[in-house]
C-alpha cells in the first residue's frame, strides 16, 4: 500500500498536486505564477475581493507580474483566485505569504499568520504540505503552527502531513533575481517534510537550498535583514562621527569601498525605511528576550536608524541658522521625495513621514514633491505633491533632499535653490560650486 508520502510525492513529480497560495500579495502572486507556469493547478486564495476580481479577470496588480502572463495561465485554467478559504479542502499543498508586520508597540503582530493557519485547519486532511513564507521569528513553524494545525487531530507530522519553511526573498522591481530564479531556502519540520517541500518547490523554482530545519530557514532570513540594518546603522553612525570631525564621509566610503575584498558599501540615509528592514529584525530581538537575552546590535542599530530622520532635522536647523541666519520656525520647507527608497511609490516606514513631522512639530512650513506619490495622509497630517517643482524650490528657503530618485533634474533644483541639506550624496556629481549644499 503506497505511504500518504509516496502518494503526494508522485503528485508534485506529476504536476498533477493541487497548489493553494493564501495571501495574493507582492510574494503570493508571483509565486502563483511561478507554480502555475511550471504546470500546476494554482489557486490564488485571499479575502480582498478586489484582487481576486482582478485575477479572474486577467489584470495584475502587481508591478512584478505581467497582466499577459495572469491571462495566460487564468485561460489556460493553470491559475484561479477566489476569496472561498474551503477551497483549501480540495488542496494537495499550501503556500502561506501573509504579512508579518509589528504592533504599534514594537511587539511582532503574528494574527495575519494565526488566521491563515486557522483557515488551514477548518479544512486540513491528510496527505497535505504546507509551507509558511512570511518572515517571522525563528521557531513560530514548530511552536506556532504545527500545535494549531495538528492539535486535536490524529495527523501525524511528516508522515501524512508535511510542514516546512522557506522565507521570501522578494524584491519589488528588481528584474536580475525573481521568484523563479531566487536560491530559495526550505527547512522542514522533519526530514520527510523538507524532503516533500523540497520536491514540490523545486518543480518550479531553478535552485531550492535544503537546511536541515525550519528554525534555520527562519533564521537564515532574519540574518539577511539585520545584516542590512546593522551596516545601514553602521553607516549611518559613521556619518555621524565624520560631521564631528569635518570629514566628508561620503568620500570616506567611496575610499573604502575600493577594498576589492572584505568590505560591502552601504550609505547613510535619513533613516530605514521599507516593509522588511526596519522591522524583521525585530521579531528576533523580541524572540530572544522571552529567552531572557538582549540582541544589542539590533537595538542599537534600531535606536541609530529610527533617530536619523530627528537628526536630519537637527542638521537642517543648523544649516539654516549658521548659514542663513534663519530659524526653522515660519522658514519654507520643501523635501525633496518621499518613498522609501528610490524609483518607487512605496511609502512604508519611510523616513520622509518622520522629517515631515518632526518639521512641522518646529512649526516650518512643509510641502514635499514626489513624482511616485501624489498624496501622503499621515498620523494628524495631509498633504499633496507640489505639482510644480522647479517652482516650489524656488519658493523654498531650503529644500531637504530625502530620495534621490533618478528621474530629478539635480541640477536644474540647485540652479534655483537657495539651501540644500542632501541626505543621499545625490549632488555627489557636482565638483565646484556646492555651496548651496549642506551634505549629511
Ligand atoms: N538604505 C540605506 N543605506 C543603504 C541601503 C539602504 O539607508 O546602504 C535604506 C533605504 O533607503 C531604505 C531602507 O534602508 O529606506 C531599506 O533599503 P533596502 O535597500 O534594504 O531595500 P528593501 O527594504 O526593499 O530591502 C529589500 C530586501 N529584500 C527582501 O527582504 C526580500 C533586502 O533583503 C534586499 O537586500 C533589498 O531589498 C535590496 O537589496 O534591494
Excluded at 508520502?5 to 511561478?34: C, D, H, S, W
Excluded at 538582549?294 to 537637527?314: D, H, K
Excluded at 531637504?400 to 550624496?425: E, F, G, K, P, W
Amino acid at each position: 500500500m503506497q505511504t500518504t508520502y509516496k502518494k503526494l510525492q508522485e503528485k508534485f513529480e506529476n504536476r498533477t498536486a493541487q497548489i493553494a497560495i493564501l495571501g495574493m500579495g507582492y510574494v503570493g502572486l508571483p509565486l502563483a505564477v511561478v507554480f502555475a507556469k511550471a504546470g500546476f493547478e494554482v489557486t490564488g486564495i485571499d479575502p480582498d475581493e478586489r484582487k481576486i476580481e482582478a485575477l479572474n479577470n486577467r489584470q495584475s496588480y502587481i508591478g512584478d507580474v505581467a497582466t499577459e502572463d495572469v491571462a495566460l495561465l487564468v485561460n489556460a485554467g493553470k491559475l484561479k483566485a477566489t476569496t472561498d478559504f474551503s477551497t483549501i479542502k480540495e488542496m494537495d499543498a499550501v503556500s502561506i505569504c501573509v504579512p508579518t508586520p509589528l504592533r504599534k508597540t514594537g511587539d511582532p503582530d503574528l494574527s495575519y499568520i494565526l488566521k491563515a493557519t486557522a483557515s488551514i485547519k477548518e479544512y486540513l486532511h491528510p496527505e497535505m504540505a504546507i509551507v509558511l513564507e512570511s518572515t517571522t521569528y525563528p521557531g513560530t513553524t514548530r511552536e506556532m503552527l504545527l500545535p494549531e494545525l495538528t492539535d486535536g487531530t490524529d495527523l501525524k507530522i511528516g508522515e501524512d502531513l508535511f510542514l516546512a519553511f522557506s522565507p521570501e526573498r522578494v524584491d519589488p522591481g528588481r528584474e536580475d533575481w525573481t521568484t523563479a530564479n531566487m536560491p530559495k531556502v526550505l527547512g522542514g519540520i522533519t526530514p520527510a517534510c523538507g524532503d516533500i517541500c523540497s520536491l514540490w518547490y523545486g518543480q518550479a523554482l531553478e535552485q531550492v537550498v535544503r537546511v536541515t530545519s525550519a528554525e534555520v530557514a527562519e533564521m537564515a532570513k532574519l540574518l539577511e535583514n539585520t545584516f542590512r540594518m546593522v551596516n545601514i546603522g553602521l553607516v549611518n553612525e559613521m556619518a555621524i562621527m565624520c560631521e564631528k570631525l569635518g570629514v566628508d564621509v561620503w568620500e570616506v566610503i567611496d575610499a573604502a569601498a575600493t577594498k576589492p575584498f572584505g568590505f560591502m558599501k552601504f550609505t547613510p540615509g535619513p533613516g530605514l525605511g521599507g516593509h522588511c528592514i526596519p522591522i524583521d529584525p525585530l521579531y528576533l530581538s523580541w524572540k530572544l528576550k522571552a529567552l531572557n537575552y538582549n540582541a544589542r546590535f539590533i537595538e542599537l542599530a534600531s535606536e541609530i536608524n529610527t533617530n536619523m530622520p530627528r537628526y536630519v532635522v537637527g542638521r537642517t536647523q543648523d544649516a539654516l541658522n549658521e548659514k542663513r541666519g534663519k530659524p526653522l520656525s515660519g522658514t519654507k520647507i520643501l523635501v525633496l521625495g518621499a518613498a522609501y527608497k528610490p524609483d518607487i511609490d512605496d511609502l512604508r516606514e519611510s523616513p520622509a513621514l518622520d522629517v515631515i513631522g518632526l518639521l512641522k512639530g518646529k512649526k516650518a512650513v512643509v510641502s514635499y514633491h514626489d513624482p511616485y506619490i501624489p498624496r501622503i495622509d499621515h498620523d494628524d497630517w495631509h498633504l499633496e505633491s507640489v505639482p510644480n517643482l522647479i517652482k516650489a524650490v524656488a519658493d523654498s528657503d531650503c529644500v531637504v533632499l530625502i530620495t534621490n530618485h533618478s528621474s530629478y533634474d539635480y541640477q536644474a533644483i540647485y540652479d534655483v535653490a537657495d539651501l540644500i541639506v542632501d541626505t543621499r550624496n545625490a549632488y555627489g556629481f557636482m565638483t565646484g560650486g556646492r555651496e548651496k549644499l549642506e551634505l549629511l
